[in-house]
């Protein structure tokens, strides 16, 4: 009734207004008042909104103040006081039709409404999906735009706080992020998912379940597939991409995952199964496509180069695990569950299978040191493919490196008896295995076997370093043994001094070739022997000065200090 005598006194006034030809007068502002209000009318009461109501209404109003104007001057503040009473009474009366989450009309159409700003629009979830066979209708959805730039702001907000693991700052996920399931449920206002849930619920006792869960399965796997291509960079080097693959799983089964399975929980609060589901179906790729890169390192190919990457791959599997059985628990998802158990079991098989291979490499070993005594080819080859264990293995390997490290020790052992002089089997066994022992502390084997094992090593060493003294030098320092001051222990004492003038000349010159790889394994060796030797061949040429007196200048040949200085030249070898 209101809309009709505002309708016929603007049609009265305006004809009024042009008959008269005068100036403005009351007639005429109440003919513009009247087509502002009805424009406001038009605005509110039209189903279709047009799009133009609104810009007739601020028309209308413009011409009332002009005609207020025209009246009198000052009349103009009237006029601009009615307008923007009119304009707040617009915004008023809009704002609850904005704020409406849910509209519910007759029983021939359901319609659901979601209301959101872009950036919460990758959070919330729209339970409207076309249906004409159901009457479901579907109104106010976000532009696939918008939720590709909330998705992405989301996404890049979680980088920012990741951003010094995935550059390699830290070494893990601080723990504050991994202890945080609620990442997503934060993001969206608590009567969203009021109003979300709700709705949920209303589409499910409709008989809408499948579309619900399909959308909504959509809309996070939309989330899901843009965080795995920001966070899982494909990169040509293998050890980077590797890397890649590592950032990517911890971040996606330590954080993504959890908040994923919060956010279906409170969602389909009320219905587990539901929510069971949908979180199957919103992990399934993502986590498919993580174990398929690890199954592409236990399918292919198991050489031995492959060692450290396999490993390396199997290690973070392995420590993920935990997080493999906790989320996947339910029928849906069980299978990734399983799945991730066979790529571990596989995994772990073809690392057996690379330390078979170690143990074909010792066993058919023929090769030979570069230098007399030098360190073995094998004895390099081994402990390379070795220190991978150290860097990304973990303990259940400790009996697999003790094993094959005690059978390269026994080959050495072997092979040291190949040699016919004993002393240069002992250094042989020296320099294999102080290699052996620097390399598993430069490894960090010691965390793996422990530092008994270590201890157990550097005690072999010294075992052979005595064991070269006494072979080498336990005959020269017989020679050199005191007896009772008498004629006849003179002429022997002259021969004993010959004999050792002639043997310590040998092994000088034999040793001299010799070569001891470590510096201070070569110190720890003559300085001993030298404090020996010089000690025991000073009191010898002391004693025979004693007997024979100017007559033993004849029979010495060498000084104590030449003495000490010939054994510092000992395993002087150099490649030419």
């Known amino acids: 009734m209101a809309f009709f005598v505002l309708t016929i006194t603007s049609v009265y006034s305006y004809f009024s207004d042009k008959a008269m030809k005068g100036k403005p007068d009351a007639y005429s502002v109440t003919s513009y008042a009247a087509f502002a209000v009805t424009s406001l009318s038009l605005q509110r009461q039209s189903e279709s909104h047009f799009g133009f109501e609104v810009d007739l209404l601020y028309f209308f109003l413009g011409c009332v103040i002009v005609r207020f104007m025209k009246i009198d001057l000052w009349l103009g503040f009237v006029g601009i006081g009615f307008s923007y009473s009119l304009i707040i009474l617009r915004s008023s009366l809009d704002a609850p039709a904005q704020n409406r989450h849910q509209t519910f009309h007759d029983q021939q159409h359901l319609v659901v409404e979601v209301s959101m700003n872009p950036l919460q629009v990758d959070n919330s979830i729209s339970m409207l999906q076309e249906a004409p066979q159901t009457g479901l209708e579907a109104k106010h959805l976000p532009s696939m735009e918008e939720r590709l730039w909330a998705d992405l702001a989301v996404v890049n907000m979680l980088k920012c706080n990741l951003n ?24 969206i206002p608590s009567q969203v998912l009021i109003d979300l849930h709700v709705s949920v619920g209303t589409m499910i006792v409709t008989g809408l379940e499948k579309e619900c869960v399909d959308q909504y399965c959509s809309w996070r796997r939309e989330f899901v597939q843009l965080a795995e291509k920001e966070l899982w960079t494909q ?25 994923e399975r919060r956010l279906c929980d409170r969602i389909f609060l009320g219905f587990p199964y539901l929510a069971d589901f949908s979180f199957a179906q919103i992990c399934n790729e993502f986590t498919t496509n993580l174990l398929d890169f690890a199954n592409g390192f236990a399918n292919g190919s198991h050489m031995l180069n492959l060692l450290p990457s396999v490993l390396q791959v199997f290690g ?9 059985e906790s989320l996947f628990l339910d029928q849906f998802s069980v299978s990734l569950r399983t799945e991730a158990a066979t790529t571990g079991r596989r995994l772990r098989e073809a690392i057996n ?17 570069a230098c007399p005594g ?30 094959i490290i005690a ?38 084997l010691d965390k793996i076997l422990g530092n008994h094992w270590i201890r157990q090593r550097t005690a072999k060493v010294r075992e052979n370093c005595e064991h070269y003294r006494r072979s080498s030098w336990e005959e020269v320092l017989g020679f050199l043994k005191l007896g009772m001051p008498n004629v006849e222990e003179a002429e022997s004492m002259k021969k004993k001094l010959n004999l050792f003038n002639l043997r310590f000349k040998e092994i000088w010159m034999d040793q001299s070739a010799w070569f001891i790889h470590d510096e201070e394994l070569k110190e720890e060796i003559i300085i001993p022997l030298g404090k020996i030797m010089s000690h025991t061949y000073g009191l010898f040429i002391w004693g025979f000065k004693s ?30």
């Open 235 to 259: 990169e040509i080097d293998e050890k980077r991409r590797i890397k890649s693959w590592i950032k990517a799983s911890n971040v996606s089964l330590k954080i993504l995952f959890p908040n």
């Open 407 to 444: 059978m390269l020790e026994s080959h050495l052992e072997a092979k040291s008896k190949h040699y016919s002089n004993p002393a240069l089997g002992s250094v042989f066994l020296i320099n294999n295995g102080r290699y052996i022992e620097k390399k598993a502390k430069q490894y960090q």
């Open 547 to 576: 007997m024979l007196g100017r007559d033993a200048d004849e029979c010495i040949k060498y000084s104590v200090l030449d003495i000490d200085d010939l054994l510092k030249n000992l395993f002087s070898w150099r490649d030419e």
């Open 164 to 187: 010094n693991y995935l550059q390699d700052k830290v070494d893990r996920i601080p723990e504050v992020l991994v202890s945080d399931h609620n990442f997503l449920i934060d993001e």
């Open 374 to 403: 030098g360190i073995c080819p094998v004895t390099v080859e081994v402990m390379n493919h070795v220190n991978a264990v150290g860097e990304f293995g973990s303990s259940w390997l400790s009996a697999e490196v003790t094993r």
């Open 316 to 324: 973070v599997l392995h420590e993920l695990i935990p997080e493999f």
């Open 353 to 369: 299978g690379m330390f078979m291979q170690l143990e074909k490499l010792i066993k058919c070993d023929t090769s030979q040191a």
